[in-house]
């Protein structure tokens, strides 16, 4: 069982994703903007993977994995970014992310909300 914080402005993709997590034993926190992510990031929970849409209100998700980054108790979390299907922003990956995203993961386009549980699983599993 993983520790995940999930961050997206949609509540019915939000209500999706969290019950895909639980399906699988995880126990996910869920928040709708990068602020209310970063005060339950500075508070006592403790997270093993950051699941974030790129695109949130005020403060974006790059933005978001950054600050993430710098803070010391969840520099080392992994982080799956994700965006919408039809979001037009083309990222060159062949091979890495750019250093303005720095994420583990990034799922352009996600059309199957699963795909985000087996990213963090994947990642978990990492040794």
């Known amino acids: 069982m993983a520790k995940v914080l999930y961050v997206d402005a949609d509540h019915g993709r939000t209500q999706v994703v969290c019950g895909l997590f639980a399906e699988r034993g995880h126990l996910v926190t ?11 990031a500075q508070g006592d929970a403790t997270y093993q993977a950051v699941v ?31 965006t919408s299907p039809g979001v037009q922003l083309r990222l060159k990956l062949e091979e ?7 994420a ?16 963090v699983e994947r990642i978990l599993e990492r040794p």
């Open 52 to 82: 974030v849409h790129l695109i949130l209100p005020s403060i974006d998700g790059a933005e978001l994995c950054r600050w993430l980054q710098r803070w010391s108790s969840m520099a080392a979390v992994p982080r799956v970014v994700f």
């Open 30 to 40: 869920a928040e709708s903007s990068a602020e209310r992510a970063m005060m339950r």
């Open 96 to 102: 890495h992310l750019p250093r303005w995203l720095p």
């Open 104 to 119: 583990d993961v990034y799922i352009h386009g996600l059309e199957d909300p699963a795909r985000l549980v087996d990213a």
